[in-house]
């Protein structure tokens, strides 16, 4: 959290000047009870009513300072919170903009919006609360103290030992409750995990008659959230009698050692309701403090947590190098015995994969989950690192490349289906700035989405929500793959982005992205063997290894793994279904 | 935040009917709440006798302050007490009157059509059971700690001046409802701004939330510059929007406290003249100025407690109406048993639909003898689920009837229909607890060897020997730390352990490795053997073995027979089938 507070420099000024007018307000109010002392000591046994509105007036005016100072000090420190927030959002954003696949996998998109958003409202407040009030409790209860000690030193003494007295008790059950509260959220996750898992598995929990068992674990879990809920109450409650009873017994000691020195001339009775009034402020404060320093905690919490996505350096550097001088070669894609591990796994995730692409050839690439298929593609954009070996792109290791005159080669279609909010136009323009309507329309005709987006009101112009959730799953896979093949790439990449549409719709994708251009390079990573028979070469993974390199024939002649799988999906028994085959 | 049907004056009505339970302990929080109130007011007037018997040097009064000091202690002693215990009251009431709501709720999950659990989304239904409830708990805990002890302290102190001095009193009475007007004059003002906050905020975390969330789409494309751009477009527009309605909500507590300085200076003013002319003494002052301070302090908390308690009822009707949602019809008053299955199915002009107006499955009529297998395919998204949810009767026909054993399925009871399906969806649920108890969901007294015997028969015991604690391995929520094959395989081996006389299978199509794939074709296989089956197939091999298919689109069954027959008519099916085998 402390180096977060480097993003407060550009607002110094505010930072300082916050703080600096709210304890100059505190100051005004400490002065209050000395004017009232002096009303009861010299203006009631005087009967000088002048003199009593005079103080009155006093009073007011100190009140008016107090309110402009106290303004000024709001709006510094609202405009230092607000200020250091905007500039962190950026920079965070920027910072995991950064970052490459592997950070990206080992925090979790999701961990990273939470930081990106309610994390930085939290830390905003935070510092503004600061800015307000993290000075003006404490100055106000040693403020009191010292001027007690100016009005009598012995009765003061009152005030010494309360003071610390207070502290241990309101931080003590400060430091009991707040592990406390902790365990209280801990046995409500437990609550919420239950409620999720059975509307989850609704259908499961009916078809095996849980319902009971479930309603007697949920009881379970609530039973025990309730018990720590009230012992922690329980607790908390003590906070305002205990500090209550110690304030007003300080109170009572204070009225005796002050009669005394009132009764010898030292005090007068004016500057007995002085000190009582400290006494009572002293209370209120602490408890403020109290609240704070809980709404506190939280923010400092939630700003290690933005300084901890500070601390990742992104794994991969970009060379520095300017464009590379493009070689034409027909070898566009190799790679040298590679090996990949992801970070932090501890087993390779591939390897020992060697293998050339040439121009306008299919790549097919299958094998089961985890065998490797969707790695092996995400090393040829570059977005990881080899662990051994290289990837070369027309005979470049990928690593001389600049990130953008890389990835502007290559189209990809990712597994998951994403798109963005905003229009088809907006989405496709995702792949190429400045498509044209032609461009466009090209690009849906070879994704095979022209039928349905023609069909639709508005056309391209028609709204996509947002994650595309007004389209269905094949659509949005269309979609995607129109937004990587308007932009013409050398290379496409196809990561089992097929799998929503039915075997005739993606037969006809095939065909389309092979008239688009010959020279294309292409490489579809499938599950389904039919996708990837037909290719130039196909690569079969099992494990991460290439069990087998090859054609379709080639394969079903020499390579086990691809026996395997070809047959579960086209059973061999009865040799007639081959006669199917139309090619 | 929704709106709900519920009206205000509904909502407060179910929620003391919840509270109603607790009378004798709201009723002890309501005693000790006036006890605590009367002595804290009491206090202060005894405190003001106190420095009463201090007038001056050699006039102080140290007998009758030996006795006032006595009374103060026990009098805060007594005040500590009952503010505790009504505190405790509180939590108590707060706490099990929210434990109540959630059992309800959760009773009503597990009751509830899965119709309304389908249509609706599950993060909703979670926060209303989850953070819905803990924003009514905050507020009702709130509610009954300060508005209630707020309203009384402000009658109780009304009534103490009165009696000590009408005119003093009718001063603080006239000023201070400004402080009120003051706060809600701001808080009216500012919420145009706040409102634009949450939608500047609300801009910024959807663009966050596509970005981030899917920055592995936005740096294959070289989008992040462009994603910065925007960014700090929205982030600008917030900073100043933010500023303002941070700046402008800071200004209520110094506005209040400067119009309380007023009333306090009053108090001082008409005060002295009051002691001046023999009315009041000195030590009645200080107890005016005391409560001076005491009585606007409730005002500005009450304004608070009423927005807490507007989004406390907010958030309680929101639950409410979870929890009045109609159950899904209950068993049929006869219904009987089912006892002897020998596996026959009917399903006898079954009409059905999700919704009035979009007629789903029309006159459907089939017939399905014991030990039969049923093949449900077609494209992805045809509602192939549609059928499984009215053989298990997650959802009831509209027309028709379903039977089972020659007995209408709505005749007999749901848990004994059930116990005699065995399914397993493609959602491969898992609850969170160790592999032993999720395959002994369905049967709980299983024994270690017949757990084991089911895991060996499923080909799951080889996969669970190789987890970290075997049998005993922790499955978190979903089953995150294992594959989607290994979830399948488990929920088999769940179905395994029981093994009804009927089964309801549906095929998962991709992301299974092919060794696993094989594993739980022969766990199908192994099952299926002598059972009727109804399996959602996508693979070749269980649709050409099925002795019926049934073919469904767009919702509807289109086409029924063997595979031999509905080649033969050169429908969909002959479409579907052969469009696998094109190029």
């Known amino acids: 959290m402390i180096k977060l507070l480097r993003y407060l420099k550009s607002y110094r000024k505010e930072s300082i000047l916050g703080p600096l007018f709210k304890l100059l307000e505190a100051s005004f109010e400490l002065l209050i009870p000395l004017v009232v002392a002096q009303i009861i000591d010299v203006g009631i046994p005087n009967e000088d009513v002048p003199y009593i509105i005079k103080m009155c007036l006093l009073m007011v005016l100190l009140g008016i300072i107090g309110l402009v100072c106290s303004l000024t000090a709001q709006y510094f420190a609202a405009k230092a919170a607000v200020g250091f927030s905007t500039v962190i959002r950026r920079d965070l954003f920027a910072h995991i903009q950064s970052l490459s696949y592997s950070e990206l996998d080992q925090i979790g998109t999701s961990t990273l919006m939470t930081r990106m958003t309610s994390d930085i409202n939290q830390v905003q407040n935070g510092v503004n609360l600061v800015l307000r009030l993290f000075l003006r409790s404490p100055f106000i209860v040693f403020g009191a103290m010292v001027m007690a000690f100016t009005i009598d030193i012995k009765s003061a003494g009152v005030f010494a030992v309360t003071i610390p007295a207070l502290s241990v008790v309101v931080f003590g059950i400060m430091l009991v409750s707040i592990p406390l509260y902790r365990k209280v959220q801990a046995r409500l996750d437990r609550v919420m995990q239950i409620t999720r898992e059975n509307l989850a598995g609704a259908r499961v929990v009916r078809a095996f008659n849980k319902e009971a068992d479930e309603i007697a674990a949920y009881d379970q879990a609530g039973e025990e959230l309730k018990g720590v809920q009230v012992f922690v109450g329980k607790i908390s409650a003590l906070l305002n009698p205990v500090t209550y009873v110690m304030v007003n017994l300080a109170i009572v000691v204070l009225i005796w050692v002050s009669g005394v020195q009132v009764d010898v001339g030292n005090l007068s009775q004016g500057e007995v309701v002085a000190l009582i009034s400290y006494m009572s402020q002293i209370l209120v404060e602490l408890i403020k403090l109290a609240n704070l320093i809980i709404s506190f905690t939280k923010a400092i919490a939630c700003g290690n947590r933005i300084q901890s996505i500070f601390e990742i350096q992104p794994g991969m550097k970009e060379t520095e190098k300017p464009v590379v001088k493009m070689p034409v070669t027909d070898s566009v894609v190799e790679f040298h015995d590679v090996s990949f591990t992801y970070q932090g796994a501890k087993e390779e995730s591939l390897s020992g994969i060697h293998f050339t692409a040439k121009r306008g050839d299919t790549i097919g690439i299958i094998g089961g989950t985890g065998s490797g298929k969707s790695s092996l593609v995400n090393l040829i954009p570059r977005f990881y690192d080899v662990t051994d070996g290289e990837v070369l792109i027309h005979g470049v290791n990928v690593k001389e490349y600049p990130f953008e005159q890389l990835r502007d080669k290559i189209g990809l279609v990712p597994q998951k289906a994403v798109l963005f909010q905003g229009s088809i136009r907006d989405n496709l323009r995702w792949g190429k700035k400045d498509a044209t309507e032609e461009e466009m329309n090209r690009a849906l005709e070879i994704a095979q989405a022209k039928d349905f987006v023609d069909a639709k009101e508005n056309g391209l112009d028609s709204e996509v929500l947002q994650n595309g959730k007004n389209l269905s799953g094949g659509q949005r896979q269309r979609l995607t793959i129109a937004r990587a093949v308007i932009k013409k790439p050398e290379i496409l990449i196809l990561d089992d982005s097929a799998s929503a549409l039915d075997y005739a719709t993606d037969a006809r994708l095939r065909k389309a992205i092979r008239e688009m251009d010959p020279d294309i390079t292409v490489f579809l990573v499938s599950q389904r063997a039919a996708t990837i028979q037909y290719a130039d070469q196909i690569l079969v993974l099992d494990d991460g290894e290439l069990a087998g390199i090859g054609t379709h024939q080639q394969l079903l002649d020499t390579c086990e793994v691809y026996r395997e799988i070809y047959y579960s999906q086209f059973p061999r028994k009865e040799s007639g279904h081959e006669s199917n085959e139309p090619v | ?583």
């Open chain 2, 1 to 583: 935040m929704k709106a709900t049907n519920l009206s205000s004056a509904q909502t407060i009505r179910k929620v003391l009917g919840y509270i109603k339970r607790y009378w004798f302990l709201l009723a002890l929080s309501i005693f000790f709440a006036a006890v605590t109130v009367i002595l804290t007011l009491y206090a202060p007037i005894l405190i003001g006798y106190g420095v009463d018997k201090i007038v001056g040097k050699g006039n102080v009064d140290f007998d009758g302050l030996k006795g006032i000091m006595l009374q103060i202690s026990v009098v805060v002693a007594l005040t500590a007490a009952a503010q505790w215990i009504m505190n405790t009251c509180n939590n108590r009431i707060t706490f099990q009157v929210v434990k109540d709501i959630r059992d309800k709720a959760f009773r009503k999950l597990e009751r509830m059509p899965l119709k309304y659990i389908d249509q609706h989304q599950h993060g909703d239904l979670v926060s209303r059971i989850i953070a819905d409830v803990d924003q009514f708990s905050d507020g009702l805990l709130m509610g009954f700690t300060q508005f209630f002890t707020g309203v009384m302290t402000i009658l109780g102190t009304l009534v103490f001046m009165l009696v000590i001095d009408y005119k003093i009193a009718l001063v603080v009475v006239l000023i201070t409802p400004v402080s009120l007007f003051v706060a809600n004059f701001i808080a009216k003002k500012t919420f145009s701004m706040f409102r634009l906050q949450s939608q500047t905020r609300g801009e910024i975390t959807s663009l966050i939330d596509e970005m981030i969330g899917n920055q592995k789409v936005v740096k294959a494309f070289g989008y992040e510059d462009d994603a910065m751009e925007r960014l700090n477009e929205i982030n600008g527009r917030l900073q100043s929007c933010s500023l303002r309605a941070t700046f402008f909500s800071s200004i209520t507590n110094p506005s209040t406290r400067f119009v309380n300085s007023l009333v306090y200076t009053a108090v001082a003013l008409v005060g002295a003249l009051s002691v001046m002319s023999g009315s009041l003494s000195v030590g009645l002052l200080t107890s005016f100025l005391n409560y001076a301070n005491q009585y606007t302090k409730p005002f500005n908390e009450i304004s608070g407690v009423v927005t807490e308690l507007q989004n406390a009822l907010a958030s309680a009707s929101r639950v409410f109406e979870l929890i009045e949602e109609p159950s899904e019809t209950p068993d049929a008053e006869h219904a009987t048993v089912l006892e002897e299955v020998d596996g026959s199915v009917t399903l006898d002009q079954v009409y059905f639909s999700y919704r009035q107006d979009r007629p789903l499955i029309e006159n459907l009529n089939l017939l399905v003898r014991p030990g039969q297998r049923v093949a449900i395919v077609g494209p992805t998204g045809c509602g192939k689920s549609t059928v499984i949810n009215l053989l298990m009767r997650f959802y009831d026909v509209d027309k028709g009837a379903i039977k089972v054993a020659g007995l209408d399925i709505r005749e007999i009871t749901r848990k004994s229909l059930r116990e005699n399906y065995g399914m397993v969806l493609q959602e491969t649920w898992l609850k969170s607890g160790t592999v032993r108890e999720n395959i002994s969901f369905g049967k709980p007294e299983a024994t270690e060897e017949e757990v084991i015997a089911a895991a060996k028969a499923s080909h799951a015991h080889s996969f669970i020997k190789r987890l970290p604690n075997g049998y005993d391995t922790v499955i978190t929520e979903d089953g995150g730390n294992l594959s989607q094959g290994q979830k399948q395989l488990l929920c088999i081996t769940r179905v395994m352990l029981s093994l009804p006389p009927m089964l309801i299978l549906d095929e998962a199509t991709s992301s299974i490795d092919t060794r696993t794939e094989i594993q739980i074709q022969k766990a199908f296989a192994k099952m299926m053997n002598g059972r009727t089956s109804f399996i959602v197939a996508h693979r070749l091999s269980t649709i050409q073995e099925a002795d019926v298919i049934l073919v469904m689109r767009d919702g509807k069954i289109i086409e029924q027979g063997t595979h031999d027959q509905l080649l033969a008519q050169q429908g969909f099916y002959y479409e579907l089938y052969n469009s696998q085998f094109a190029v």
